[in-house]
T-cell receptor, first 114, second 112 residues
Framework: DTAVSQTPKYLVTQMGNDKSIKCEQN?????MYWYKQDSKKFLKIMFS???????INETVPNRFSPKSPDKAHLNLHINSLELGDSAVYFC?????????????FGPGTRLTVT | LAKTTQPISMDSYEGQEVNITCSHN???????ITWYQQFPSQGPRFIIQ???TKVTNEVASLFIPADRKSSTLSLPRVSLSDTAVYYC?????????????FGTGTRLKVLA
C-alpha cells in the first residue's frame, strides 16, 4: 500500500493554463505539506495543513492555492501557470505539526510548463 | 532566517565511512535536526533525527555539537546503493513564525 500518493506523476501544460495536483495519505497523519524542488534540487516548503487548517504559508504567488477536503487529502491548484513554475512538487505528511516529526514524502509530480 | 549549507558533492568508495556536515547557524533552541535521503525520481526518505550529542540507528549516526550550529551525518561502510542526495532539515523561528528549512543537499557518489 502506498503511504503518500500523488497524481499525476507527470504534467506537461502550456503557460496560462490552470492545473491541479492531488495528494492522498493513508497513514492517519494530521499534517500534510507541499514542497517545491527546483532544477538545482533545492527543496522549499510551500504550505502545511494540520487537520484541514492552513498553518504554514510560505511566500509563494497567490496563483498557488492548496485545498484540503479532509485530513487525508491536500490538493494543490495552480492558476495561470508560468514557465518558472516548472519543478517537481512533493506532497508529504507527518503525525504532528510545529516540530520536525518524521515526514513521509510522495513520489513527486514533475510539472513542465511550455 | 536560518541558512543551512552543505557540501555540494562527495565521492567515496564502497566500505568507507562517509561524513556529511550541515551548517545551520540560526537553528531555534528547541528544534530537532533531521536528515533525509533522496534517490533520483523519488521523494526524500527519513534517515535519522536528533536534538543534541549523538544519535544512532540501524543505518546512520548523527553527531550534534553542543552549540548545535552544525550537524554531521555519518554513514558507516557505504555501498553503491547509498549513492543519493542527502539533505538536512531544521526548523527556524527567528522570523516569528515557524519555518522548515532544507539544506542545500549533498550529492554522494559511491564508487566500486
Amino acid at each position: 500500500d502506498t503511504a503518500v500518493s500523488q497524481t499525476p506523476k507527470y504534467l506537461v501544460t502550456q503557460m496560462g493554463n490552470d492545473k491541479s495536483i492531488k495528494c492522498e495519505q493513508n497513514l492517519g497523519h494530521d499534517t500534510m505539506y507541499w514542497y517545491k524542488q527546483d532544477s538545482k534540487k533545492f527543496l522549499k516548503i510551500m504550505f502545511s495543513y494540520n487537520n484541514k487548517e492552513l498553518i504554514i504559508n510560505e511566500t509563494v504567488p497567490n496563483r498557488f492555492s492548496p485545498k484540503s477536503p479532509d485530513k487525508a487529502h491536500l490538493n494543490l491548484h495552480i492558476n495561470s501557470l508560468e514557465l518558472g513554475d516548472s519543478a517537481v512538487y512533493f506532497c508529504a505528511s507527518s503525525t504532528h505539526s510545529l516540530g520536525l516529526y518524521e515526514q513521509y514524502f510522495g513520489p513527486g509530480t514533475r510539472l513542465t510548463v511550455t | 532566517l536560518a541558512k543551512t549549507t552543505q557540501p555540494i558533492s562527495m565521492d567515496s568508495y564502497e566500505g568507507q565511512e562517509v561524513n556529511i556536515t550541515c551548517s545551520h547557524n540560526n537553528i531555534a533552541t528547541n528544534d530537532y535536526i533531521t536528515w533525509y535521503q533522496q534517490f533520483p525520481s523519488q521523494g526524500p526518505r527519513f534517515i535519522i533525527q536528533g536534538y543534541k550529542t549523538k544519535v544512532t540507528n540501524e543505518v546512520a549516526s548523527l553527531f550534534i555539537p553542543a552549540d548545535r550550529k552544525s550537524s554531521t551525518l555519518s554513514l558507516p561502510r557505504v555501498s553503491l546503493s547509498d549513492t543519493a542526495v542527502y539533505y538536512c532539515l531544521v526548523g527556524d523561528t527567528s522570523s516569528g513564525t515557524y519555518k522548515y528549512i532544507f539544506g542545500t543537499g549533498t550529492r554522494l557518489k559511491v564508487l566500486a
